[in-house]
């Protein structure tokens, strides 16, 4: 088993930034998918930005040129940098881990980033 404690959701206003942060409790997979997935109210959740081992990532259109995915050298936490955050992206973000080989997966219990002036 694998627990993922997630930090760094809150209030913030337009064009602010927020840093969420997600550490898993161990690393289970050699190779890992690690991201960052949200849900905004009456909506399906969506990919926000993952990173694999050996650093490649992948973005939402809408989030492009905005976030930034990062994580740290021993591939237990993740990072998302938000910048020029926007109310469209008010939603809960949830930290996803998971397997590149089987469909093992592993969910955080969610963050709330609320964007309004």
């Known amino acids: 088993q694998v627990q993922l404690v997630e930090s760094g959701g809150g209030l913030v206003q337009p064009g602010g930034s927020l840093r969420l942060s997600c550490e898993a409790s161990r690393r289970m997979f050699s190779m890992y998918v690690m991201g960052w997935y949200r849900q905004a109210p009456g909506k399906e959740r969506e990919l926000v930005a993952v990173i694999k081992n050996r650093g490649s990532t992948t973005y939402a259109e809408s989030v492009k040129g905005r976030f930034t995915i990062s994580e740290n050298n021993i591939g237990t936490t993740v990072y998302l940098q938000m910048n020029n955050l926007q109310p469209e992206d008010t939603a809960v973000y949830y930290c996803?881990?998971?397997?590149?080989?089987?469909?093992?997966?592993?969910w955080g219990q969610g963050t709330q980033v609320t964007v309004s002036s």
């Open positions: 996803k881990y998971g397997s590149q080989v089987t469909t093992a997966e592993y």
